[in-house]
């Protein structure tokens, strides 16, 4: 007998946006052991039920949240790429302690969840290879100086 695929909510649903920011916001305010459907619901004034409607486990949820952080990274560091003081706008990014609160608390996390774990040194190898190329290339415009540190070390 084969069992049915379990309903899941749309991705593009506001219900589930507003459960990745509450759970975002916890994170960010409270530490990642502060997650959970229940906690999330009530900071987000929903019922537990929908969270785990949009979200069936609590790695799923885990992984949405920090998949939407990686790609406002990625955002971030192309906008960043494209303004006028591209090194400094860099510097900016890795140095935002909002940011860099999230990028602990998910490291953290990621000891102790596997699929997590796998998402992002997925994600960290990516943006290392992204910086060390935009680096060889700031590099090679402006500070050829530099001397024998190759880009993948100063990334």
């Known amino acids: 007998m084969a ?5 899941v ?3 593009n649903s506001a219900t589930r946006a507003l459960i990745l920011k509450a759970t975002a ?3 960010r305010d409270e530490g990642y052991g502060a997650v959970s459907s229940r906690r ?3 900071h987000a004034g929903l019922k537990p ?3 785990h409607y949009y979200f069936p486990t609590t790695d799923d949820l885990l992984l949405a949240v920090s998949a939407m952080g990686a790609e406002e990274s990625d955002r971030m ?6 303004s006028d003081d591209p090194i400094r706008a860099l510097w900016g990014f890795y140095t935002d302690p909002r940011r860099m609160e999230m990028a602990l608390e998910f490291m953290a996390l990621a000891n102790h969840r596997k699929a997590l774990r796998q998402h992002m040194a997925e994600h960290c190898e990516t943006m290392r290879m992204r910086e060390a190329e ?3 290339r700031l590099i090679g415009e402006r500070m050829g100086a530099l ?7 100063l990334s």
């Open 49 to 51: 039920s929908l969270v």
């Open 77 to 82: 560091i192309e906008r960043a790429l494209a």
């Open 3 to 7: 069992i049915a695929a379990r309903r």
């Open 25 to 27: 916001e916890l994170i």
């Open 134 to 136: 935009v680096l060889a």
């Open 40 to 42: 999330v619901a009530a």
């Open 9 to 11: 909510g749309a991705e």
């Open 147 to 153: 001397g024998k540190c190759p880009p993948a070390g």
